[in-house]
């Protein structure tokens, strides 16, 4: 079975939930240097300390990254040098995008600008080696829309023609661009909400899945690490979502 050996992954967004259970399957699959990047320090060392704890082979390193700086993330791509596969697993997830309380200034300032062109920049920037990959992050409501969450829907359905796009313009050099739909997924930013609303979220994702349970960061992560892997996939889609299409 294909590894990671030799190779240097990174994921930015890899300080928590699904971005931090791709860094681990990482150093699992033998990676040699594994960084991650966030916008908080604290965050990132952190992380930092409890990938380390795993006591795997392969570096673990953290960047600071603010990923909706573009200047930042060209810098960024200028420190970290040549790598083999980014994961951008980043992005701003709020209550408001859940309910659409929150202005379409918001919607587009916060988390279009972090999905969408924050890998945009990074592709033109980054140095990948011969084989390498970029694999994004999408979700389930441009396949599945909510009612009330257009808008929302909207910033997830952009990604997957970002992804197709990039993967036509990076071919030439031997890039490889592939996509992650994960469903419902038990992580970090679960905590940013009250507590009903989550109570409330479980019992739909019952409701609403053949799976009837929320996944777990390790099991989308298998998705990506796949995409890393097979190196005859390119612009392609992997939904992760219990089934939610189908229910």
């Known amino acids: 079975m294909a590894t990671l050996q030799n190779k240097k992954v990174v994921v930015v967004g890899g300080t928590s939930g699904i971005g931090f259970g791709v860094a681990l399957a990482a150093l699992q699959s033998q990676a040699s240097v594994v960084i991650v990047a966030s916008s908080n320090a604290s965050r990132v060392a952190k992380a930092v300390e409890r990938l380390q704890s795993h006591k795997l082979p392969g570096e673990v390193r953290g960047e600071v990254l603010d990923a909706k700086d573009s200047a930042a993330i060209k810098a960024f791509t200028e420190r970290i040098g040549s790598v083999d596969h980014?994961?951008?697993?980043?992005?701003?997830?709020?209550?408001?995008?859940?309910?659409?309380?929150?202005?379409?200034?918001?919607?587009?300032?916060?988390?279009?600008?972090?999905?969408?062109?924050?890998?945009?920049?990074?592709?033109?920037?980054?140095?990948?080696?011969?084989?390498?990959?970029?694999?994004?992050t999408s979700g389930t409501l441009d396949t599945k829309p909510s009612p009330g969450l257009?808008?929302?829907?909207?910033?997830?359905?952009?990604?997957?023609?970002?992804?197709?796009?990039?993967?036509?313009?990076?071919?030439?050099?031997?890039?490889?661009?592939?996509?992650?739909?994960?469903?419902?997924?038990?992580?970090e930013l679960w905590d940013?909400?009250?507590?009903?609303?989550?109570?409330?979220?479980?019992?739909?994702?019952?409701?609403?899945?053949?799976?009837?349970?929320?996944?777990?960061?390790?099991?989308?992560?298998?998705?990506?690490?796949?995409?890393m892997k097979c190196e005859y996939i390119t612009g392609q889609r992997i939904d992760v979502n219990g089934g939610v299409s189908l229910a």
């Open 86 to 136: 980014i994961a951008w697993s980043s992005g701003d997830i709020t209550a408001g995008m859940l309910d659409e309380s929150a202005s379409k200034e918001n919607l587009i300032n916060g988390a279009f600008t972090v999905r969408f062109w924050g890998p945009f920049i990074l592709a033109q920037s980054a140095k990948f080696n011969p084989g390498g990959s970029l694999t994004l």
């Open 150 to 187: 257009s808008a929302t829907s909207g910033v997830i359905a952009s990604i997957e023609g970002l992804t197709k796009g990039l993967a036509v313009d990076l071919a030439p050099a031997g890039v490889r661009v592939n996509l992650v739909g994960p469903g419902a997924v038990d992580t």
């Open 192 to 227: 940013n909400f009250p507590k009903e609303v989550k109570e409330y979220f479980n019992q739909a994702v019952e409701s609403k899945q053949l799976i009837k349970r929320i996944g777990t960061p390790a099991e989308i992560a298998e998705a990506y690490m796949f995409l």
